[in-house]
């Protein structure tokens, strides 16, 4: 069994058919998916898709992309948000630096207020980082210790990843590690510590090879853990036990309704 640590299955990609996509990956071996939010929108969907089925949880949070003139309603709603039994994250939040919808200082406090919400209720915060690598690193630093996430989509280095572990983060794989031309994060991914190894699609985006340029689903997953096997030396059998066991310890902890055999 598998665990999709970050699905927007709250994409309006999904509005049509978003209760087969989860069938088909339950039937493709995933137990469980996490849906982030971007906005306050998207995480009241989050929550509302997670309280329908067993082994769907939310993540709730403002994505640095939707930062631009935020009303203060969305903050509020966001934070009573995290207080919901399915929520099981902050996310999904950071810095990103390619489109620059805020400028740099703006972005960084928000993050930093984020990480302080995972902080303060003891929630997981999972970081986005685009072009902003020591910035977000810088951040995450700031706030520990007594925080803890992950770097979700990882394509960075190895020396990225340690340094994030060490301030007490998990590194997450997605279809980019299966690219033809990732070869330096299949390098970065055949070194990281097996205990914060984790997996996800990033559906409805970055489908795996060889799906690329189609819509992207939980049940790819699977594709995912097959080249971090191969990459690893591992079987399937055991990347989807050290993953799945890697997903409940920052998750799940504290969430009774979920366990490795939901």
Known sequence: ML???HCHLNDTQFEQDWEQVWVQ???AGVSQIIIPGVDAASSVRAVAIAERFNGVYAAVGIHPESLHNLPTSE???VYDLLHHPKVVAVGEVGLDYYWNVVSHDEQQQVFLRQLAWGKELGLPVIVHNRDATQDTLRCI???APGITGVLHCF???IETAKQAIQAGFFISYGGPLTFKNA???RRAAALVAEDRLLVETDAPYLSPHPYRGQRNEPRRVARVAEVLAEIRGWTLERTAVQTTRNAHQLF???NQEANPCE
Request: hydrophobic share 40%.
């Open 25 to 27: 990956a339950q039937a």
């Open 75 to 77: 903050w509020e709603t």
């Open 141 to 143: 630093e700031q706030m």
């Open 3 to 5: 665990v999709d640590t």
């Open 252 to 254: 799940f902890r504290l």
């Open 155 to 157: 394509t960075g280095s």
């Open 183 to 185: 070869e330096n994060v």
